[in-house]
C-alpha cells in the first residue's frame, strides 16, 4: 500500500505558531467541529412536513408550549458532524494502538460477520430455550476452549469484563471460605505492588482487607517478602497476581507462590488480563491458579476502547467451582439448557452477576477468533506477540530506559530515567500525538518511574513496528536532549494541553445555553 515511515522532523514542530492556526479551526482536513447545541439552529428542523390543517384537537390540548430545546439540523448537517466527531477518534483500525496492558489488537471481520448472522444476533434472552439451542451450544463450545487452553475444569461465562470477572472470582474465595467456616476470620489478601488498580478495588468491594506486597529488583514478586507475611498472618484469604505481571515479566516463583499460598489456606486468583502473551504455550490450571478472568476483548480479538461491551469469563479450580454464580450452561438427553435455579442443583452459587447469561455478541466473536485460528495459531499468537514487544524493547533502548534487564513478555517497560531534566513522560506521550500515535501506557506500573509501557500485540506487521518506533525514537531523542517544544505538545492536534485532572474530577457532562446578554452581545 505504499506507506512512507514518518521521517524526523528537519524543522523544530511550531517554530512559527501562526502556522498551527487557521481562520475556519480546522487542521489539515480535519473539520473543526462544535457541539451539536452549537451548531443546531433552534428553529430549523431536518424533516420538511407539510403544515397539518386541523391538529389542534388531535392532542386534546396537550400540544407543547415551549419548543424542544433541541437543536435543528438538516440530514447532511448531521451526517457531518458524527463523521467529523468520528474523525478525532484513534481507533485501531487506523493506526498500532501501543496501550500497554490493553492488548489493543485488530477486531478481525470475520468475527463480525459471524456475529452478525441472524440465529446469534436477532434472538432473544427471554425465548424459550429450545429456540436457542445452538446459541447455547455456541456458549458450551466457547467455555470447553477456554478450560482447554488455561487447563481449568470450570468457567463462569457470564462476567461482563476483566474487573466484573475479579469480581465473581473473589466472590467465588469468599464463598468458599463462608462454606468452610473461615469466612469471618481469612480477611487478608495479597496484591504485588505492580497490580492494576482494578485488583486491589475488587478485593475491597468484596470485604477483604488488601496487603501489598514489594516487587523484587527484577521486577518481580520479592520472595522473601511474601514467606514473611505467609509467616506471621494466620488470616489469608488468598494472592491476586498477575501473570506475566504488568511490568511485561513472567513471574518465575509462581508455582513456589501458589504451594505457599495453598500450604497457607489461601487461594490463588490470577488476573488473566495479560494472556495473550502465554495462550496456547501455558495452561495457568498447571501452575496452581484457582481463579482466573480472560478478556474476551484482549486475548481473544473482540472490540473495545469504545468499540463494543467488554466480556470476562472466569475459569474457576475444582476448589472453587461449585459456587460459580449462575446461570450456567449444561447438556442433558434433552439438549442445552440453562441452570438458573440457586435453591436447586446450584445450591452453593454465590448467586448471579447480570441479568441473562452475558455478552453473546462477544463469545460468537472470540469462538470465531480461535476457530480461525486453530490451536497452532493460538500458540503463534503468543510467540508473535512476545516477538513483536521484544523488538520494540530492542530498538529503542539505546534511547530509551528499558526497566529491568533482559527480555519482556508481551510488552515494552520503560524509565523515564534517559529524559534531561525537566522533561517528563507525559511530554512523550504528548509528542507522539503529533506524530499520529495513540500514546502509550503512562505512569503505569506504579513501580517504575515515569513508566511507559508499550503492548504491540501480533497483529502488527514489522513495517508498523518501525514506523511506530522511528516516530518514538525521534521524541525520545528530543527528551534526552532537553527539547523545550516537547513541553508544548501536542502542537498539531486541535486541542493542545488540557488540564486532564480537572477534566476527569469535574466533568462538565451537560451542555448550557449562553446567557441571552452574551447572545445580544455577538
Ligand atoms: C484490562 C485489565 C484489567 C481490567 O479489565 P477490564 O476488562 O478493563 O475491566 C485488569 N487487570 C489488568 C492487568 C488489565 O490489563
Known amino acids: 500500500m505504499g506507506m512512507q515511515s514518518i521521517g524526523r522532523p528537519t524543522a523544530p514542530v511550531a517554530a512559527n505558531a501562526s502556522l498551527s492556526e487557521t481562520v475556519s479551526g480546522s487542521k489539515g482536513l480535519q473539520q473543526r467541529e462544535d457541539l451539536i447545541f452549537e451548531v443546531g439552529a433552534w428553529d430549523k428542523t431536518g424533516v420538511d412536513l407539510p403544515t397539518p390543517k386541523r391538529n389542534r384537537d388531535r392532542l386534546g390540548g396537550v400540544t407543547r408550549g415551549t419548543d424542544t430545546s433541541l437543536p435543528g439540523l438538516s440530514e447532511p448537517e448531521a451526517v457531518r458532524h458524527y463523521m467529523r466527531l468520528s474523525q478525532k477518534n484513534y481507533a485501531i483500525d487506523l493506526g498500532l494502538f501501543p496501550l500497554g496492558s490493553c492488548t489493543m489488537k485488530h477486531n478481525p471481520r470475520l468475527n463480525e460477520k459471524a456475529a452478525r448472522m441472524p440465529g446469534f444476533a436477532d434472538i432473544h434472552p427471554m425465548q424459550p430455550q429450545r429456540t436457542i439451542q445452538g446459541a447455547l451450544e455456541l456458549i458450551d463450545e466457547l467455555a470447553t476452549w477456554l478450560k482447554t487452553l488455561t487447563g481449568m475444569p470450570a468457567v463462569a461465562m457470564s462476567p461482563k469484563a476483566g474487573a466484573h470477572g475479579e469480581l465473581c472470582g473473589m466472590l467465588a ?3 468458599a471460605l463462608i462454606a468452610r467456616g473461615e469466612g469471618e ?13 482494578t485488583n486491589p478495588a475488587t478485593a475491597i468491594q468484596c470485604g477483604f482487607i488488601v496487603d501489598e506486597i514489594k516487587a523484587d529488583k527484577r521486577g518481580r514478586v520479592d520472595m522473601a517478602e511474601l514467606r514473611g507475611k505467609l ?3 494466620d488470616d489469608i484469604a488468598g494472592i491476586m497476581l498477575t501473570n506475566p505481571n504488568t511490568c511485561g515479566l513472567f513471574e518465575t516463583d509462581i508455582k513456589e507462590i501458589a504451594d505457599l499460598i495453598h500450604a497457607a489456606g489461601g487461594y490463588f486468583y490470577c488476573d488473566g488480563a495479560n494472556f495473550n502473551a502465554i495462550v496456547g504455550r501455558v495452561r495457568p490450571g498447571d501452575l496452581g491458579v484457582d481463579a482466573m478472568h480472560i478478556n474476551l476483548h484482549k486475548t481473544f480479538s473482540t472490540p473495545h476502547g469504545g468499540g463494543g461491551p467488554g466480556s470476562g ?3 474457576l479450580s475444582d476448589a472453587l467451582a461449585p459456587f460459580a454464580p449462575v446461570p450456567y450452561v449444561v447438556k442433558d438427553e434433552d439438549g442445552f439448557r440453562l441452570v438458573e435455579d440457586i435453591e436447586g442443583e446450584a445450591a452453593q452459587a454465590f448467586g448471579r452477576m447480570v441479568a ?9 466473536r472470540a469462538l470465531t477468533y480461535m476457530l480461525s485460528h486453530g490451536a497452532d495459531g493460538l500458540k503463534q499468537v503468543a510467540e508473535d506477540a512476545v516477538l513483536n514487544a521484544n523488538y520494540i524493547q530492542s530498538r529503542l533502548k539505546g534511547v530509551m530506559t528499558p526497566a529491568f534487564d533482559g527480555y519482556c513478555m508481551h510488552e515494552a517497560l520503560f524509565s523515564d530515567e534517559f529524559t534531561a531534566d525537566g522533561i517528563e513522560t507525559i511530554d512523550i506521550a504528548k509528542a507522539l500525538i503529533d506524530e499520529g500515535y495513540h500514546p502509550m501506557t503512562m505512569y503505569f506500573p506504579l513501580v517504575v518511574h515515569g513508566a511507559m509501557l508499550i503492548e504491540p500485540t501480533e497483529t502488527e506487521s514489522k513495517q508498523e513496528l518501525d514506523r511506530f518506533c522511528d516516530a518514538l525514537a525521534s521524541v525520545a531523542t528530543k527528551a534526552a536532549a532537553g527539547d523545550a517544544s ?5 502542537h498539531l492536534a486541535p486541542k493542545k494541553r488540557l488540564d486532564e485532572t480537572r477534566a476527569a474530577r469535574k466533568p462538565i457532562l451537560k451542555w448550557t445555553p449562553p446567557e441571552p ?4 452581545a455577538e
Open 356 to 364: 441473562f447469561h452475558g455478552q453473546m455478541g462477544m463469545f460468537v
Open 185 to 197: 476470620t481469612r480477611k487478608r489478601v495479597l496484591v504485588p505492588a505492580s497490580a492494576h488498580g
Open 313 to 315: 469469563p472466569t475459569v
Open 173 to 175: 474465595i469468599r464463598q
Open 231 to 233: 509467616e506471621t498472618t
Open 517 to 520: 446578554e452574551a447572545i445580544a
Open 486 to 490: 516537547l513541553k508544548g505538545a501536542p
